[in-house]
């Protein structure tokens, strides 16, 4: 065991050194001008320097370092501090008068100058020691962290990790210090510089404050690992758990060598305002460390506390001069920090670097002088279904080979392509702007995909503004302690990704959610009030539904269901808003309506719960408002199985082919009635076909068209557009067979796929004139419906690519053939990909026929059935 090993090593060098150490004591030649130190009001003091350079160690055996030391160190002996002769010289000099006082002080620099040297041997010793104790901390580390991955580990990572903590950046700092400083002592001169080195390390003193902030864990760690481990116990012993305090200890012994050092220093010298700036910094640095008084320490790390706290972090979208950047945002008590999150390398802890920084009296989410318009770079809506598509084949690839008991290499390197995949698409997929301002004017720009979490952070920010009245600003040095104090605060560890959660955590719910938004109460003023509702999918939030406006009332009765895909969802949140008419009354922000948040709640999708297929009555609070909701989900399995009507008469699950024959045309009246109140009204609503429609009302018009209701025409002129759309969309779903026929589908499917662009084109044209007449009809007529939607896509915010992912499953999908529902109902809910690449196949081959210009039908097909069909 490489364990044993090392400590049975360790052993024996400690016993060599303490016959080392008893040697030299016995042989050292008694002396009075030994240099002495004593703590005289914290700070140290040291004694005439007759003979030896002074020495900055800090225990039992500085001396014994030092001598070592001098094997290696030029031995200086023309000093007038060191050398008797000259001093003597000097004395005998001075007495007689023989030398002017300009000599005088020509001498006195040229001493101060030598006394410059010794105190930086003395430093380069005293570093030569501190570096073997950083090095005794860390040599136990490196096999415990390899026996951690064995079957008998001494020590888990995490423990590991808090018991060293920053001790390999400590010994990085130090020995970069000390190989710089070497060279410049063996090779002195009194235009020697080193001031540099001593400002460079006081600008990394923030890995003492992370060092100092986690000591006290480090060592109750430590000492219960010991207790619950022998074998931990005996390296601790070797290694010497009280060398855990000598970083503490070096933070004051540094600042006072450096005052020595000033000292010797001429302030004509091109060091002594380096030095004054490191001594400035280090000194601030001591000032904090032992200003905090334990309660206030430990303050920073609990929620409640006199000092600055941390409020609330998260992951976020940074737009930086057009680029999208992945950033930490941290909110304390007193400003907003935002933070990009290093790259973590040859397993080192987590680490950020400060991006900026907002004093809260200073911040405003509002610009007056800024007029231009919003331009967020949008990502084409292709690409991101592209990524969905990735990530759900990854998925699938890892439980194909976990099934399999492959290699875990084959596992890792999957899931570090999942990793990349989900990170592009919660870079990109973020659209909604929060954009704040400090006092300069100077402006940032978050992207956010939820409404709910812009809401959520404004609100915090304005509640702890009410606090907040003074402006100020930090120092470097301060700014680089609070950075690193995130690592131990921060609340949210990882970035929001399904590859970073537990192995056992819910993969969340795929199929359709039906939402019924009854009422809400506890309102103590009329308002217009209307809600929304967010689904979480692929790591983000995004808004699904918007029920209608209730106008001027305490107790708004809306009662209308909504329809919601989920894919991987297990959250649904609920906002709350008072819908302003004025919009002149308020300034606009982030670009977005000036519509009012009363409220906003969420719950969890929890499978188990939504296992039944009854509906379940919940209630969201918000802010003393209550809003009544009903919920029932239903799997994929249940869902997209198209089922034949069994009522003789009607349109709904009926063969189009029997519904033409019956209507005596060539396009179904449904089709042709909702299409045109769409084209007459609905061409400008935004989202429309993908905002979902008030169920009840779908389910009203439905029963219309299959009773053949005469006032139909005067029930849709009356309802709302997106419940007409839902009505159309319903109708193709609910169709036995697909409009594209279950015989040809398999052909669609294998010409999309196909790479020659004429063998696709011939294909694809051929495929389509093969369909039976009315599905031909019936979608040329859709077709050229679609394109009129996509062509107002600046207003109405629907591409071709968003009306074929809507429509693509809805008319290619095949009947199933045999039933997948659950025989057991006590049997757990299936929850398939809904980003299957099957889905994807169909939503691709609905989008080649919507970019085609035109579609090139044979003359005699053309005449057949455009120019002759009765619709």
């Known amino acids: 065991m490489r364990l044993a090993a090392w400590k049975e090593g360790e052993r024996q060098r400690e016993r060599e050194r303490e016959r080392q150490r008893e040697r030299e004591r016995l042989q050292r030649p008694v002396s009075t001008h030994e240099p002495w130190s004593a703590l005289v009001g914290g700070m140290y003091v040291y004694g005439p320097f007759t003979g030896t350079p002074p020495t900055y160690g800090y225990d039992a055996d500085r001396a014994e370092e030092q001598r070592r030391h001098h094997d290696i160190l030029p031995y200086i002996d023309d000093s007038p501090s060191s050398s008797p002769h000259l001093s003597s010289k000097s004395r005998s000099t001075l007495s007689s008068g023989s030398l002017e006082s300009s000599k005088s002080t020509e001498l006195d620099l040229e001493k101060g100058l030598e006394m410059r040297k010794w105190v930086l041997s003395g430093i380069l010793a005293s570093e030569e020691t501190y570096l073997s104790h950083l090095e005794a901390l860390l040599l136990p580390m490196k096999p415990l962290k390899a026996a951690a991955t064995t079957s008998q580990p001494v020590l888990t990572i995490p423990q590991i990790e808090t018991i060293f903590f920053k001790v390999p950046e400590l010994y990085e700092v130090h020995k970069e210090f000390y190989d710089g400083l070497l060279?410049?002592?063996?090779?002195?001169?009194?235009?020697?510089?080193?001031?540099d080195l001593f400002q460079k390390q006081a600008s990394q003193l923030g890995v003492y404050r992370a060092f100092v902030d986690n000591y006290e864990v480090a060592v109750e760690t430590a000492e219960k690992c010991c207790q619950a481990n022998t074998q931990f116990a005996e390296i601790s012993e070797v290694m010497g758990t009280a060398l855990l305090y000598k970083p503490?200890?070096?933070?004051?012994?540094?600042?006072?060598?450096?005052?020595?050092?000033?000292?010797?220093?001429p302030s004509s010298h091109p060091d002594h305002p380096l030095l004054q700036d490191a001594l400035r910094i280090s000194q601030n640095f001591l000032s904090s460390i032992n200003e905090e008084t334990t309660p206030r320490r430990q303050s920073m790390t609990v929620k409640k506390g006199e000092n600055r706290q941390l409020l609330k972090d998260s992951f976020m979208v940074e737009l930086v001069e057009g680029a999208r950047k992945l950033r930490h945002v941290f909110l304390f008590t007193d400003l907003l920090l935002c933070a990009k999150l290093k790259k973590q390398?040859?397993?080192k802890s987590q680490q950020y670097d400060s991006k900026w920084y907002i004093p809260l009296s200073d911040l405003t989410f509002q610009n007056a002088d800024e007029s231009e318009p919003l331009h967020i770079p949008q990502v084409p809506d292709e690409e991101l279904d592209a990524m969905k598509v990735k990530i759900s084949h990854i998925k699938s690839e890892i439980q194909r080979e976990k099934r399999a008991n492959k290699g875990s290499k084959v596992i890792e390197r999957l899931r570090k392509k999942l990793s990349e995949q989900e990170s592009l698409l919660l870079l990109t997929s973020p659209s909604m702007a929060l954009r704040v301002h400090n006092r300069n004017g100077k402006g940032y720009m978050f992207l956010m995909s939820s409404d709910y979490e812009r809401a959520e952070w404004k609100e915090t920010i304005r509640e702890q503004q009410k606090k907040c009245f003074k402006s100020f600003s930090l120092t470097s040095m301060e700014l680089q302690m609070l950075t690193n104090s995130c690592v131990k605060l921060q609340t949210v560890h990882h970035i929001p990704l399904t590859i970073n959660k537990e192995e056992d955590e819910s993969p969340g719910l795929h199929g359709f959610l039906n939402v019924i938004v009854h009422s809400a109460s506890g309102l103590k003023q009329s308002l217009n009030l209307y809600c929304t509702l967010e689904v979480d999918s692929f790591g983000y939030f995004a808004n699904k539904a918007k029920t209608?406006?209730?106008r001027y009332t305490t107790e708004p009765k809306w009662n209308e269901e909504f329809e919601i895909d989920l894919e991987g969802s297990q959250t649904l949140r609920l906002l709350c808003y008072e819908k302003s008419y004025n919009k002149t009354k308020q300034i606009k922000e982030d670009g977005d309506s000036t519509d009012r948040i009363i409220g906003k709640g969420q719950i969890p999708l929890d499978p188990q719960t939504l296992q039944g297929k009854d509906w379940q009555r919940t209630l969201i609070p918000m802010n003393g408002v209550e809003v009544k909701l009903s919920i029932k989900f239903t799997s994929r399995e249940f869902s997209l199985k198209r089922m034949p009507s069994r009522k003789p008469m009607g349109v709904f699950g009926i063969k189009i082919s029997t519904v033409t024959k019956r209507e005596h045309s060539k396009v179904p009246y449904i089709v042709r009635q909702c299409l045109e109140e769409i084209e007459r009204?609905?061409?400008?609503?935004?989202g429309i076909y993908r905002v979902s429609g008030v169920a009840t009302d779908i389910q009203a018009l439905k029963a219309a068209f299959d009773t053949n209701n005469k006032d139909v025409s005067v029930m849709m002129s009356e309802m709302d557009v997106n419940a007409i759309a839902g009505t159309l969309k319903l109708y193709f779903r609910e169709l036995p067979e697909p409009l594209f026929t279950d015989d040809l589908y398999p052909n669609f499917a294998g010409g999309i796929a196909l790479s020659d662009s004429v063998a696709k084109e011939s294909c694809m044209l051929n495929l389509l004139l093969s369909l039976p007449e009315p599905n031909l009809v019936t979608f040329l007529f859709l077709l050229d419906h679609l394109k009129r939607v996509a062509d107002k896509e600046s207003i109405n915010k629907m591409s071709l690519h968003n009306l074929a992912t809507v429509f693509g499953p809805t008319l290619l999908r095949p009947a199933e053939k045999d039933s997948k529902i659950p025989t057991n109902p006590t049997q757990p809910i299936s929850m398939g990909d809904s980003w299957s690449l099957e889905v994807m196949s169909q939503v691709q081959v609905l989008l080649y026929f919507l970019q085609l210009e035109t579609i090139p039908t044979p003359d005699s097909k053309r005449q057949s059935i455009l120019f002759s069909t009765e619709v």
């Open 183 to 195: 060279p410049r002592v063996q090779q002195w001169s009194h235009h020697q510089r080193v001031g």
């Open 248 to 265: 503490v200890d070096r933070v004051t012994r540094s600042t006072l060598v450096l005052h020595d050092l000033l000292k010797h220093t």
């Open 345 to 347: 390398i040859g397993g």
């Open 548 to 550: 209608r406006v209730y």
């Open 681 to 686: 009204r609905g061409m400008e609503e935004v």
